[in-house]
């Protein structure tokens, strides 16, 4: 799609490290805020979106941006209808 835009992607693979980061935060009594940063790559969203909901979280809301290399997303979450507790029961 790059192209299309007049954008080419870069002609070699860069290998770099990204370490992936993973928090949650108390949002309210009902849902908690997600917050992951980790490698940009296509397909990140959906894949991100799709593991939240196989594992019965709900998203309410999220944000999804990128800088350079890495991504970062947000979401608005809650399981059961309830912010997340130690351990998800």
Known sequence: MGVALG?????EQIDVD?????NIYADGPER???VM???ERPGLLIDLVN???DINVTIQSGEFDT???LAKAKFHVSYKDEAF???LE
């Open 85 to 87: 507790r130690k351990p």
């Open 32 to 34: 908690s805020l997600l």
């Open 67 to 69: 800088e350079g290399l």
């Open 18 to 22: 990204i370490v992936t980061h993973v």
């Open 37 to 39: 940063e980790t490698a």
């Open 7 to 11: 954008v080419e992607p870069p002609k």
């Open 51 to 53: 593991t939240i909901t």
